[in-house]
């Protein structure tokens, strides 16, 4: 059952974290009445993390993944008509869920 919940942008970071942090990227921790959960648009760093024969994954991959989490931190501050990420703190969002799972979450755009 797919649920849209009320919240907000409780805190965001962009910096290292994800798995052994070994990864860079935004980490989000979204919240609203009764409920709370985090999100993370992340990709290997290539400063922690080497590329060998034995990856499933190129260098070219990783530059894309890099390309979209910019990408993706730039449509944020777009929808929330900011400038810097940490202004993204306290933001309104309406965040989708699927049973207890969150499916997606957005910038309430239509109350800034």
């Known amino acids: ?19 052994n942090d070994g990864e860079i990227g935004l980490t ?3 919240s609203g009445p009764g409920w709370g959960v ?4 992340m990709a290997w760093d290539a400063n922690r993390v080497d590329h060998s024969e034995f990856c499933r994954w190129t ?4 530059d894309a993944q890099y390309a979209e989490i910019v990408r993706y931190v730039s449509s944020l501050l777009k929808d929330a008509k ?19 799972s969150l499916v ?3 910038i309430l755009t239509e109350v800034l």
């Open 1 to 19: 059952m797919t649920e849209q919940r009320l919240g907000r942008i409780e805190s965001i970071e962009f910096g290292l974290g994800g798995y």
């Open 28 to 30: 989000v921790n979204l």
């Open 38 to 41: 985090y999100a993370t648009k």
């Open 59 to 62: 260098e070219a991959d990783r």
């Open 82 to 100: 900011v400038d810097k990420v940490s202004e993204l703190e306290g933001k309104p969002i309406e965040a989708t869920f699927n049973e207890m």
């Open 104 to 106: 997606s979450w957005r």
